[in-house]
């Protein structure tokens, strides 16, 4: 699993409300991406980040920021949810190998009443 | 702008039959081609690399330049490999390994 676990793996919240969901590695990777799955729609990427303090945007980001101020934790936040954002949220990082290969956290499951 | 396209979103097949699960991009360059598999409510994982040319659980892929095409093949589906499966593309230029994924195709297999 490439050590890497996300928290929460479910969480309710209401419209309005902020949200924050952790990535967390254990295997120092400089990669790191946050993805949200829908249905028809497969992932989309949301942000990514190289390193500490650098993030860019990814394809779907509005609503979304995120942060990384350790190699280890990568954080979405969603500043005020809203129902459309009700998805499922994966984290990734970048293989080692020198391809472009990601490997995948269990994901949080997130819905938005 | 680069684009994956799995025309099928469900494959319904028998258990010892072939599976085919169809794959189509568009990228100007050189791809970075792949697929992934996702069991019921678990993460992602990573099946075939196009680089590796490897085959994994039985399954292969070829990269069709000409065609623009990375199908996905077995030649006899087993229950166990019913799952969604996720074609997906990365840039050879690109330096920030982005990945741009099909909406996926739900492989039910029955006995």
């Known amino acids: 699993d490439a050590g890497i676990t996300q928290s929460p793996r479910h969480k309710v919240t209401e419209t309005g409300t902020p949200v924050t969901l952790r990535c967390h590695q254990t295997?120092?990777?400089?990669?790191m991406y946050w993805y949200r799955q829908d249905p028809g729609h497969g992932l989309r990427l949301i942000h990514y980040?190289?390193?500490?303090?650098?993030?860019d945007k990814g394809e779907v980001s509005d609503g979304y920021s995120v942060s990384r101020s350790k190699t280890e934790d990568f954080l979405l936040t969603l500043e005020s949810a809203t129902s459309s954002q009700t998805s499922v949220y994966f984290c990734?990082?970048?293989?080692?190998?020198?391809?472009?290969?990601?490997?995948f956290g269990p994901g949080t499951r997130l819905t938005v009443l | 702008a680069q684009r994956v396209t799995q025309p099928e979103k469900l494959l319904s097949v028998f258990k010892g039959a072939p599976v085919e699960l169809k794959c189509n991009y568009s990228?100007?360059?050189?791809?970075?081609l792949f697929w992934y598999v996702q069991y019921s409510r678990q993460r992602l994982q990573l099946l075939l690399r196009?680089?590796s040319r490897e085959s994994i659980k039985g399954f292969t892929a070829d990269l069709n330049k000409g065609e623009t095409s990375f199908h996905l093949k077995k030649p006899f589906a087993q229950e166990e490999d019913s799952a969604m499966y996720y074609c997906?593309?990365?840039?050879?230029?690109?330096?920030?390994?982005?990945?741009?994924f099909g909406a996926g195709t739900q492989v039910v297999v029955t006995p």
């Open positions: 990734a990082i970048r293989g080692t190998s020198g391809g472009n290969e990601q490997f």
């Open positions: 295997e120092n990777h400089r990669y």
């Open positions: 980040s190289y390193g500490v303090k650098d993030t």
């Open positions: 990228y100007s360059g050189s791809p970075e």
């Open positions: 196009h680089i």
């Open positions: 997906a593309l990365s840039g050879s230029t690109d330096s920030w390994g982005k990945l741009q």
